[in-house]
């Protein structure tokens, strides 16, 4: 797979594919921009090149079609905050005229084109769209990790017709993931928490092969006890030992899982599982995480997640760490460069780990 550093990018059209598919307000304000502010150094690097910047991505579900409040306005806001360069919007991101725009580029000129998903052949991978794409370009550069798994246009149709990379963000992405699926530094712990079960069912199979120990969020100890699945049941998957629970009158009571039905809404962690995991992570030499494992959308039910990062950070361990909830909770307590990586694809991150490729990556090899 080739990356950056292999191509001459001097007065060259580069389609970059990012992930700007960010969470909006209601009216539309950006609530967390991880995802724009790490493409920055790949976007950068490019200039830096004298590269004519071609930047495309989606934007939430429009369905194939033009939807106002899914422009890409507010993320062309968001890049030239973080550039300090004018970035200028394209109305579209196909046809004639965005050609013979780009085309008219100057070397360390960027433009956005609109969201890729107004148009139905993006997820549907239709080929006359990849091709319509790849007219805007001389080289694509895929920066979009977290859509990697997906079979888009934008995504795997674009390498059949342009030579092809990863930028830096991917690079890293599969590196650092890289590192916990092949001779990971020992013990490896791994911590599972959310609240969707069975979307993670094979994400812990493949880590209870991978890990000396598996730490398990409360909402996922109570589905292993009440569906008795015994796999889960060994010395090296760690259960969520205590948990609180909020009552009718609100108010919040302790309990241990073992004497739950397996249907309560689990708020947080309790103080024993805590300890228990905190022990299991001060050993750990490499540590993966994914889920929350608590509410931690309501502040009063963040003290166990944040109990667990703080543990995470103390131990010096190598730690990567991912899940759009998860990574937007360590942004706001400024704690992401705590961590060795922090990935930005959830679903993406999740199935490299379980089938150690992507189709994005394959698509650039």
Known sequence: MKT????????????????FNI??????????????????????????????????????????????????????EKLMEYLDLSVVKAPDCIGKEIEDWT??????????????????GEEENNSEFAKALSKLGDIFINEAFACCHRSHA??????????????????????????????????LVAIVGGIKFETKIKLLDKLQELCDFELIGGKFTLEILRQNLEKYLSEEVILTKDVYLLEKN?????????????????????????????????????????????????????????????????SGAYSVVGGGETIKFLSELNLLDKFSHVSSGGGAMVDFIVDEELVGVEALK
């Open 103 to 120: 085309r008219g580029m100057n070397p360390g000129e960027i433009l956005l084109l609109e969201n890729l998903r107004f148009h139905k």
């Open 250 to 314: 609100k108010n919040l009571v302790l309990a241990e899982t073992k004497d739950l039905k397996g249907d309560e809404s689990i708020p947080d962690i309790g103080p024993e599982t805590i300890k228990i995991f905190g022990e299991k992570i001060g050993k750990a030499k490499t540590i993966f995480w994914n889920g929350p494992l608590g509410l931690i959308e309501e502040e009063r039910f963040r003290e166990g997640t944040k109990k667990i990062a703080e543990k995470i950070i103390e």
């Open 154 to 187: 934008s995504i795997v149709g674009l390498p059949e017709y342009l030579p092809s990379g990863a930028g830096f963000l991917l690079e890293k992405e599969i590196e650092s993931l890289t590192k916990i699926i092949r001779n990971p530094k020992k013990p």
């Open 23 to 76: 969470p909006l307000s209601p009216n539309g304000d950006i609530l967390d921009d991880f995802r724009i502010k790490v493409t920055i150094p790949t976007i950068e690097y490019l200039i830096k090149k004298e590269a004519k910047v071609i930047l495309m991505s989606h934007l939430g579900k429009p369905g194939g079609r033009v939807i106002e409040n899914l422009r890409l306005n507010k993320v062309q």
């Open 4 to 19: 950056l550093r292999d191509f001459d990018f001097k007065g060259k059209r580069v389609l970059v594919r990012c992930d």
